[in-house]
C-alpha cells in the first residue's frame, strides 16, 4: 500500500450521520493530519485538521458538526460528520497536512440528498 486508503462514505439524508476513516501507508503519529472533501466543479479545501495533540480544527462551515480524531497505533485518521448538509456532498479525502504529502487515494463519496 502506497497511498492513503480511505472508506465510510455514502448516500444519507439531510441531518445524518456518518463516520469516515482512513488508513496511512506510513507512521502517521509524527505528522499534523486533515481530511479534505472537492465537491463537483471546486478545487479540493481542507475541512478539518488534527495535530499531534489531539487538538482539532475546522473550517467554518463544519464547526460544531464535524469531529476528527487519530489512531496513530493503526495509522487511522477518522471524521464524524454529523447533522450533515446537501452542502457536505463531495469526495472526501484524508493526508497530511501541508509539506510532503502521501499520494492522493480514491476518496470516498459522500452523498446528502433526502
Known amino acids: 500500500q502506497v497511498q492513503v486508503v480511505e472508506s465510510g462514505g455514502g448516500l444519507v439524508q439531510p441531518g445524518g450521520s456518518l463516520r469516515l476513516s482512513c488508513t496511512a501507508p506510513?507512521?502517521?503519529?509524527?505528522?499534523?493530519m486533515g481530511w479534505y472533501r472537492q465537491a463537483p466543479g471546486n478545487e479540493r479545501e481542507l475541512v478539518a485538521m488534527?495535530?499531534?495533540?489531539?487538538?482539532?480544527n475546522y473550517v467554518d462551515s463544519v464547526k460544531g458538526r464535524f469531529i476528527i480524531s487519530r489512531d496513530n497505533a493503526k495509522k487511522m485518521v477518522y471524521l464524524q460528520m454529523n447533522s450533515l448538509k446537501p452542502e457536505d456532498t463531495a469526495v472526501y479525502y484524508c493526508n497530511r497536512y501541508g509539506g510532503l504529502k502521501y499520494p492522493w487515494g480514491q476518496g470516498t463519496q459522500v452523498t446528502v440528498s433526502s
Open positions: 488534527i495535530s499531534n495533540d489531539d487538538s482539532g
Open positions: 506510513g507512521s502517521i503519529s509524527t505528522y499534523v
